[in-house]
């Protein structure tokens, strides 16, 4: 029987274990020490330049990401983002499919590569390549 990671890497997918759950806030400032105190994460870095923090869950691999935004729609708009090891090889396989992207790969100099992509349903996902990682 194929696994999950199996049948990924033969659609030209290879998944590198990670995951970060992106959330919209309006205020990194107030959103952080919630986060913290509340939930029980710990803030790993932010970028005020990018408007952004990670947070990470006490899960392996599995973090929060906030994002300060002008606008916060209220009742969820979490995006997941999948940790690839290939983000050109991750498009063209979604381009092969026929998937909508989001415009091309952002790079954020020296930290990571970011694909936004949708669902059927038109739910934004997210695939990111750490450039930290040899």
Do not use: H
Not at 47 to 73: F, P, Q, Y
Not at 86 to 110: F, H, P, Q, W, Y
């Amino acid at each position: 029987m194929a696994t999950v990671e199996t049948e990924a890497r033969a659609k030209g997918i290879a998944y590198d274990g990670g995951l970060t759950c992106s959330i919209g806030v309006s205020s990194l400032d107030n959103a952080i020490p919630w986060y913290e105190s509340v939930l029980g994460m710990t803030l790993l870095y932010r970028r005020d330049d990018i408007a952004w923090c990670e947070l990470s869950t006490g899960v392996d691999k599995v973090n929060v990401g906030l994002s300060a935004r002008e606008s916060v729609t209220q009742g969820g708009g979490a995006t997941l983002t999948f940790g690839v090891k290939d983000i050109n090889a991750a498009k063209a396989a979604l381009e092969a499919g026929g998937v909508r992207l989001d415009g091309d790969i952002m790079e954020i100099s020296g930290m990571v590569k970011l694909l936004t992509f949708y669902d059927p349903d038109g739910n934004a996902l997210m695939f990111y390549q750490d450039l930290a990682i040899a």
